[in-house]
């Protein structure tokens, strides 16, 4: 079977949904859903047992192979890992909105339909081996992102949120098409596995770096790193099932997924290490820090998710220091990474879930409002406690074990002597420290603001009671997986970790087995992250206990001095700053637009003459200068003077006229009669329509044009003037090429029958242009009729009047 | 069968003449334009067959040999062209039925139409520059008539500006062609082309590059030129605007993409760098635009802008994937403009205004127009696989392989603001609150989705099943890479 | 004969000149129009002597065609002048 | 045969050459519209027949082409020329531009002073 | 007010002939000297507004009963037949044929397609033409 | 010949654009026919201006003008009065229904709501 096709088996199973939403009513939509994630989650777990051996598999889809676009399922370690993530979390969640969700209010065949729908994008993502299908899951999951986030969209708020995630991740989606382009060029293959074969080649390729940047910038936009971040905690307006979903578990995490899919190519470049190990530190940082200032419990969660992709991030990135260096120490990062990041699944969707069901017991997610709750809802208490110790990096559950390993891969940074490493790796430990304390103090922050102290009485919108046992199972599920892990991570390593690992870094392991790291809970006195821990501990202790004093420091930030300002400034920008801009040059007026034309006509063509040296004046190829030609282009003139300087319209279509004969007069001087005659008759019925019109028409005025306007006019009319001019001697100078004229004369009268060359020429050599000419002057002469019988303004003016 | 070439010129020209016998049979007049365009399709995929089998097709009109004749040539790119024009034509046609009004059918609107696909396929098919600027003449005539038939206010005010423009640029295409003509003697393309090259293209015929690409620029509305086109767009009925923005400035995209593939292709640093950057200047110009306003109308139709900016920056690069880029992109963005006025023509219907801020919920009545204005919205953007995607993705690629690292990147954060755009509109209208609709019947609404439904499936398709196209377009873009292609077919003797 | 036909053409080129003042000059427009009617008339003139000076026949059209559509011309003007329209829907309203 | 055949042409075009320059004379002088008129139709028909006269004779003798557009063309003019004085003097006093003071008497008047009156009487009926 | 146009009017039955017949001939002189389809059509109209403007339009609708617009369509069919009857003999499109024919009243008389086309070209310039005019002047 | 003929187009040109850029529509409409004048003179030029008799066979002609250019321009005379003609109408309807010649007051005022 080609497995690929079940990467579309959620889409398939989405075209269902409407239809049993509507035929089903009794039974919530829930439940059919359900089944997609759980038999994939289930086929795939049958995978473990070959990519634990570092078995891969691959199945392809053809799309337009003609231009190497397929969709092409790899599955080896890492893809597998996440492929099980997004399942397995998939049917938790999905459980979870079954009893989240009501049925009779909701509109569950849209919900249903865009989670399947990012369900199959997600799958796409991480298993596409083929760069451009990766594109396109990747779009395919901004799209449903922003279709979860407006799901209630009558709110203002899930709009904005819902725009704004979409702008960010697909901006970042499209620089990293760009970025996929590049290496596309560099490899010449789209294929993720050809491109890590050929990536030693591509160093110090000019587009290496850009290629780099640009891919970051994908997964910094999608894994919500600063300063992108700020599109996550607004898409927090998404229903919650989708927050634990999309914005904790999977969705963000499709950064990560990039980033370490790609470090085989682009860990030889220095920009790479210190980018994904800066800026994931920094956002660690960030994020942390400012998840203390917000009240709102799912914002909370939100920047700590923003710091935790951060700290997997840089651990990616201190990873890719294997890449330049062969020392032991180092290799611990990419592991706790892959490690980390099944932890945070666990534990950040246990809380959003808990999250989810405080909101929906309690009717309020601001934490100002919320407390002691510990008593009435034992359960969600019971599961947010563990996730947030968890979180805080706390024994006996598995976020300590991933982040001793974290703070040990940052202290092995200082050892790293490249790329100038030595002068600054001393402030990784320190960073990360700080943003570990400040992860104590908001895990402490959420969980004991919410379930212990006082019950705020009268605070909360409904009465608060446990929730239903079917919306805790999820939570209980992951709270399980929580503690499970800390005392099994070995196992856990053997079967997801270490195959993922061993994909992401084939310089340094051959198959999983290579793997030689042992997890530990315990590493002995001597080792330095244990006083870091308890360094944490204790000052993070002391920080919570003093929080409401040092809290309101946060209100000193200045409110649009923020990257939140900065977005918002920007879409205001486009909304009213675009219409500014526009506004002052889209006048509404012919005459600026003409302006513009004509400016840029005389400007541009008279730059290039002369640029191009292609001004030539060549008096001898010019024919000798006839009396009559005199004569009849000074009655010309003053025709001319005259149309311009006529007062009255009846001497303006005089001069008009006079103007055409003497253009006629040329044509017989210059041997045309044909032309004469047509242009005499041409001019006579030209003037006659002038007259029939006119009766329609104003006196001619010239409506107070200022001396200046018309002075501007005079300058462009006369550059145009000066254009034709010139460009016209230009081209007469340069008669290249004999025109193909002698042919006519030669065939006219023994091929062609006829005498009058210039009307065989119209007739027969050049019929087809007068047929469409004719056709030309009927469409005028219908279109006339038209407009002059048809008049809807007038027929809506004489309704009104009755 | 050696005019098949012309049949998609000459089948809807035969049938707007015979339109004009029946000005009062409504019924018939929309038979026979359906009739005639339907002819015209068949007449045109079995010409795209046979490009396909056979190579460009070429004829010499009244037999005379090549460069004193005119001559009408149908490579693929042309064939391509014809075909996408009478398919969007046909569903114009069929949208106009319900939303164009008894009146305006009274006075050769079907005519009108028809007589303007004969001038668009005639401009995409012609071989002789003189012959192009008569096409151009008939599909302007034409479309002065479309857009002032009705008369009403606004229509009769931005028609003055529209022709105004049209027919300055008629003038200067009237000299440049003269210029042309000056230079090297003859008006067959292919015998331009091949004398050209045999003086190596001096600096005067690079002048005249110039002016050709001011002539077609403002039909095709690029940068400095198109500021007449919002307002003038705005102005007719929404399927003449759809016929409009689908067709009428591709025209002009098509007559720089070919006279700068197979004319000025000598001094292409200087030419084609120049085109480059008033097609990086045009994409922010129409950004600029799209974003601006909180008109329907105005936001898809500085969304042609961008587009035209996008067609020409890939067809500068001048290399096999920039151009095929060029090509998909083309086609695709004639398909979803038409599909994107019709559902924007549809949004206005059902709510009577097309000012954004005066609508809001329509999900919750019109659920499926909601959608399929979606899948259009994220078609425009490039969102794969639909089917602006793979001619971005291939614009993008020629242009790094050509050395133009900050347009292609500006190229991709274009579709952002594409993006920003049109979902803007999505978000202001299909969400938020219900706001209160005129009394509409659901027939006509029903009837309007149609050729709409049709239009976004056929440019879904066009994304999906690009592998079954990629032949076609390889022709097309190798016509446009190698001009001796072209050549070599016109002047076979 | 040639010389003599060139210094006809001469005077005739004069007196358009001439009336060439008159019509820029005016004063009434009926005075312009009965200029330029002389004009058209010796437009005639002036062509039927090119055609012998170019030895050539085939301006002798052109000729008539000058005399035919300054009648038209004259009669449309002198109409415009007289009512402001030319071309009545209906006479005798 | 032939020289007196060129005196006749010679004649022929001398005469409307002259009339021609009369023509124009009478133009520039002549005090007002209507005179101007008078010596525009006439003298110039004269002198534009004559000359054609004589360029007729020119094709048909020396160049055996037998013209029938130029005998047309004289025709016509002789047929057109006085209607489109007479047209332009009535547009003129239509117009009401004023004759010279010299105009001894302006017969007109009345009755298209009548007229107008007529004219503007049945005007609200037709509305 | 009245005017009196007689002298007009019985003028213009005269001149009309006059022009029309020139008209004409000039058409049909096109192809061997200066000439054709448009000028001949371009005159034939002068000539018709000539009518108008010594009659009125009803009047001349009256005596000359055609609906230009069919005019127009005739002439656009009978340009685009003699150009598309080359189809039917598989040669390029506007392939022209003339040949020379005794002809029992002509003698020797030289017979051209060309000579339809510029025939539809001539109907289609006065039908345009004549539309535009008796548009404008009907116009209310 | 052809320098005086240049030099004249360019002031027909010259006087066309003044005209179009000028408020009154009858003015812009005067401006796009010497415009057209231009065209078509600049078209006979380029063709070269030293032909010594018409493009008509005759007996003993032998240096014609240049027929082609003629032929476009016969193309181009006919296809600028259609636009003339429309043009005309179209103004005197937008006069109709404006009640103004003045092309400042016809801007496009709904384009920037």
């Known amino acids: ?802 | 069968m050696i005019n098949l070439l012309l049949f998609p010129i000459i089948i809807p020209f035969l049938f707007a003449i015979v339109l004009l016998f029946f000005k009062e049979r409504i019924m018939l007049q929309r038979g026979l334009a359906v009739v005639g365009l339907l002819a015209a399709l068949a007449a045109s995929l079995f010409l795209v067959h046979t490009v396909k089998q056979d190579g460009v097709q070429t004829i010499t009109l009244g037999s005379w040999p090549a460069p004193f004749g005119i001559t009408m040539v149908s490579d693929m790119f042309s064939a391509l062209l014809v075909t996408t024009t009478i398919v969007i034509t046909l569903l114009v046609v069929i949208y106009s039925f319900t939303s164009i009004g008894e009146a305006r059918e009274h006075y050769f609107y079907y005519s009108a139409i028809l007589f303007m696909i004969t001038g668009v396929n005639g401009a995409f098919t012609t071989g002789d520059i003189f012959n192009m600027f008569v096409f151009f003449e008939v599909l302007l005539i034409a479309s002065y008539v479309l857009i002032v038939l009705g008369g009403e206010k606004r229509q009769l005010r931005e028609s003055i500006k529209y022709i105004l423009i049209n027919v300055v640029s008629s003038a200067l295409f009237v000299i440049t062609v003269a210029y042309l003509y000056s230079v090297v003697g003859t008006l067959n393309m292919a015998d331009i082309s091949v004398k050209i090259t045999q003086v190596g293209q001096p600096g005067i015929i690079t002048v005249i590059a110039v002016l050709m690409l001011i002539v077609f620029g403002i039909k095709g509305s690029i940068f400095p030129l198109y500021f007449w086109l919002p307002g003038s767009y705005a102005a007719p009925p929404i399927p003449v605007l759809a016929l409009f923005g689908a067709l009428l400035t591709k025209v002009g995209v098509y007559a720089i993409m070919r006279t700068y593939t197979l004319f000025f292709v000598h001094h292409t640093d200087f030419t084609h760098g120049l085109l480059m950057i008033l097609a990086i200047l045009t994409i922010i110009a129409g950004c600029i635009g799209a974003l601006a306003y909180f008109d329907l109308k105005q936001i898809v139709i500085y969304n042609i802008v961008i587009a035209v900016g996008v067609i020409l920056f890939g067809a500068a690069q001048m290399n096999e994937s920039g151009l095929s880029g060029a090509v998909f992109y083309l086609i695709h963005d004639m398909l979803i403009k038409g599909a994107l006025f019709f559902l924007i023509g549809i949004i206005i219907y059902v709510t009577g205004t097309s000012d954004l801020r005066k609508m809001g919920g329509l999900m919750k009545t019109h659920a499926s127009l909601g959608w399929f204005y979606l899948i259009a919205a994220f078609g425009l953007a490039g969102i794969p696989p639909l089917s602006g995607f793979i001619g971005k993705l291939l614009i993008v690629e020629g242009a790094f392989q050509a050395d133009h690292i900050w347009g292609s990147i500006i190229i991709l954060a274009s579709s952002l603001v594409v993006l920003l755009s049109v979902i803007r509109i999505f978000i202001y209208a299909f969400w938020g609150e219900p706001q209160a609709l005129p009394a509409t019947a659901s027939q006509p609404y029903k009837k309007m989705m149609v050729p709409t439904v049709l239009l976004i499936v056929l440019s879904v398709l066009y994304g999906i099943g690009t592998e079954w196209l990629v032949p076609y377009m390889t022709d097309a873009s190798n016509v446009l890479l190698q001009p001796s292609i072209y050549i070599d077919a016109v002047l076979k003797e | 004969m040639t010389i003599f036909i060139w210094i006809c053409m001469i005077i005739v080129g004069l007196s358009m000149a001439g009336l060439m003042y008159r019509v820029f000059k005016g004063p009434s427009v009926p005075d312009r129009l009965i200029a330029l009617d002389g004009i058209g008339v010796m437009l005639i003139s002036a062509i039927a002597l090119l055609s012998i000076l170019f030895d050539t026949r085939f301006y002798i059209d052109v000729i008539l065609l000058i005399a035919i559509i300054s009648f038209i011309g004259t009669v449309s003007f002198s109409k415009f002048i007289e009512r402001g329209e030319i071309i009545e829907r209906e006479r005798n309203r | 045969m032939s020289v007196i055949v060129n005196i006749l042409i010679v004649i022929t075009i001398a005469v409307g050459v002259l009339f021609t320059a009369v023509t124009t004379i009478g133009i520039l002088r002549f005090p007002d519209v209507y005179t101007r008129a008078h010596a525009a139709s006439k003298s110039a028909t004269l002198g534009v027949m004559s000359i054609l006269l004589g360029v007729f004779i020119h094709f048909w003798y020396n160049e055996g082409h037998f013209s029938i557009q130029l005998l047309l063309g004289i025709v016509f003019l002789f047929i057109t020329s006085p209607i489109g004085g007479h047209l332009m003097s009535r547009a003129a006093y239509m117009a009401g531009v004023k004759p010279t003071e010299l105009t001894v008497g302006d017969d007109l008047a009345e009755v298209v002073q009548k007229a107008k009156r007529e004219n503007s009487k049945l005007k609200p009926e037709d509305q | 007010m009245r005017t009196n146009d007689v002298i007009l009017q019985t003028t213009t039955k005269v001149v009309f002939f006059i022009i029309f017949l020139f008209a004409i001939h000039i058409f049909f002189a096109g192809h061997y000297t200066p000439g054709g389809g448009f000028v001949g059509g371009l005159l034939t109209t002068g000539a018709l507004v000539l009518l108008l403007l010594a009659f009125d339009l009803k009047t001349v609708q009256k005596a000359l009963p055609f609906n230009f617009v069919i005019v127009i369509g005739i002439g656009l069919l009978l340009a685009l037949g003699t150009a598309a009857g080359s189809i039917f003999f598989n040669v390029p499109f506007f392939t022209h044929a003339f040949d020379d024919f005794t002809l029992p009243l002509f003698g020797e008389t030289a017979l051209h397609t060309a000579m339809l086309f510029d025939a539809g070209v001539y109907l289609v310039v006065v039908g345009s033409a004549m539309t535009i005019i008796q548009s404008i002047g009907g116009d209310a | 010949m052809e320098l005086l003929m240049a030099i004249l187009i360019g002031i027909l040109f010259t006087a066309a654009v003044y005209l179009i850029l000028s408020r009154s529509l009858l003015k812009v409409i005067l401006g796009t026919g010497l415009l057209s004048h231009g065209a078509h003179l600049l078209i006979l030029t380029m063709g070269g201006l030293g032909g010594s008799s018409p493009p008509v066979l005759d007996k003993g002609a032998s240096n014609f003008a240049d027929p082609l250019p003629q032929a476009l321009i016969l193309t181009a005379i006919v296809i600028s009065f259609g636009v003339t003609a429309f043009m005309l109408v179209l103004a005197y309807r937008t006069y109709g229904e404006h009640k103004t010649d003045n092309m400042n007051l016809m801007r496009g005022n709904d384009e920037h709501d």
């Open chain 1, 1 to 802: 079977m080609e497995f690929v096709l079940l990467i579309f088996l959620p889409i398939v199973a989405a075209l269902f949904i409407p239809l049993l939403f509507k035929r089903m009513k009794r039974i919530h939509t829930g439940w059919f859903v359900l089944a997609v994630p759980l038999i994939l989650f289930l086929y795939y777990a049958t995978y473990i047992s070959s990519t634990m051996e570092g078995g891969h598999a691959v199945s392809e889809l053809r799309w337009i192979p003609s231009m190497g676009i397929s969709f092409v399922s790899y599955i080896d370690g890492l893809s597998l890992l996440f492929s099980l993530l997004i399942t397995g979390i998939g049917s938790l969640v999905v459980l979870y909105s079954i009893f989240y969700l009501d049925k009779n209010k909701e509109k569950l065949g849209n919900f249903y339909v865009y989670l399947l729908l990012f369900m199959s994008a997600m799958l796409g993502v991480v298993q596409s081996d083929n760069v451009i299908s990766l594109y396109l899951f990747w779009e395919l999951t901004s799209i449903s992102s922003f279709l979860l986030i407006g799901y209630w969209y009558t709110r203002d708020r899930s709009r904005f949120g819902a725009l704004k995630s979409m702008m960010i991740t697909v901006f970042g989606g499209l620089m990293m098409l760009g970025g996929f382009v590049l290496l596309g060029i560099m490899g010449d293959t789209y294929s993720i596995r050809e491109l890590i074969a050929a990536a030693p080649n591509f160093v110090g390729h000019d587009y290496f770096t850009l290629a780099l940047v640009l891919l970051l910038l994908g997964a910094f936009t999608k894994s919500a790193q600063f300063p992108f971040y700020i599109w996550l905690p607004d898409a927090m307006e998404a229903p919650t099932p989708v927050s634990a979903y999309l914005h904790s578990a999977t969705m963000v995490k499709a950064g990560l997924y990039l980033v370490a899919r790609f470090t085989p190519i682009f860990a030889f470049s220095e920009v790479w290490v210190w980018l994904v190990t800066g800026i994931g530190l920094l956002t660690l940082f960030w994020g942390s820090f400012f998840a203390v200032k917000q009240t709102d419990l799912k914002a909370i969660l939100a920047f700590s998710t923003v710091s935790q992709l951060g700290l997997i991030m840089s651990l990616l990135g201190a990873g890719a220091i294997t890449f330049h260096s062969d020392d032991a120490v180092f290799k611990f990062a990419m592991f706790a990474a892959i490690f980390h990041l099944i932890n945070h699944a666990t534990f950040k969707g246990s809380l959003f879930m808990i999250a989810g069901i405080v909101d929906h017991e309690t009717g309020t997610r601001d934490i100002r409002k919320l407390g002691g709750l510990m008593s009435i809802m034992p359960v969600s208490f019971t599961v947010a406690f563990i996730g947030s110790m968890s979180m805080a990096g706390l024994p006996p559950f598995n976020g300590f074990l991933s982040k001793e390993m974290f703070l040990q891969s940052m202290l092995a940074i200082r050892q790293f002597e490249l790329f100038q490493f030595d002068t600054w790796s001393i402030l990784f430990p320190v960073i990360a420290w700080i943003a570990s304390v400040f992860t104590f103090v908001y895990s402490f922050y959420f969980v004991f603001r919410t379930f212990a102290g006082k019950r705020k009485e009268g605070q909360l919108p409904q009465e608060p009671h446990e929730a239903p046992a079917g919306m805790l199972i999820s939570p209980v599920i992951l709270g399980i997986l929580v503690v499970g892990i800390f005392f099994i991570p070995n196992l856990v390593a053997k079967w997801l970790i270490k195959p993922a690992v061993a994909a992401i870094q084939p310089n340094l392991y051959q198959q999983p087995a290579d793997v030689d790291i042992h997890v530990a809970a315990w590493h002995g006195f001597d080792s330095v992250e244990l006083w870091l821990t308890v360094g944490v501990i204790l000052i993070g202790a002391l920080l919570y206990a003093s929080l409401t004093k040092w809290q309101k420091f946060y209100g000193l930030q200045p409110a649009n001095f923020s990257l939140n300002a900065l977005y918002d400034g920007m879409m205001n920008f486009s909304e009213k700053g675009m219409n500014r801009i526009s506004r002052f040059y889209m006048t509404g007026l012919i005459r600026t637009y003409m302006i513009y034309i004509f400016s840029f006509i005389s400007v541009a063509v008279l730059v290039i003459l002369f640029v191009q040296d292609a001004f030539v004046v060549d008096m001898d190829s010019f024919a000798h200068i006839g009396v009559y030609s005199i004569i009849n282009a000074v009655v010309l003139i003053l025709a001319v003077c005259f149309v311009l300087l006529s007062k009255t319209r009846l001497a303006a279509i005089i001069s008009l006229g006079a103007v055409g004969y003497s253009v006629a007069l040329f044509f017989v001087i210059f041997k045309a009669p044909d032309l004469a005659l047509t242009q005499l008759v041409i001019e006579t019925v030209s003037v006659a329509l002038f007259l029939l019109a006119f009766k329609y028409l104003p006196a001619l005025k010239d409506h107070g044009e200022s001396v200046k306007t018309k002075m501007t006019n005079g300058i462009v009319a006369l550059g145009v003037g000066i254009t034709v001019t010139l460009v016209a001697l230009s081209a007469h100078s340069q008669k290249l090429i004999p025109s193909i004229a002698q042919f006519y004369k030669d065939t006219v009268k023994t091929e062609a029958g006829g005498g009058n060359i210039v009307n065989v020429i119209l007739v027969d050599y050049r019929g087809f242009d007068t047929l469409f000419e004719i056709a030309v002057l009927s469409i005028a002469g219908i279109g006339v009729l038209g407009m002059i019988k048809l008049r809807l303004a007038r027929k809506e003016n004489s309704d009104e009047n009755k």
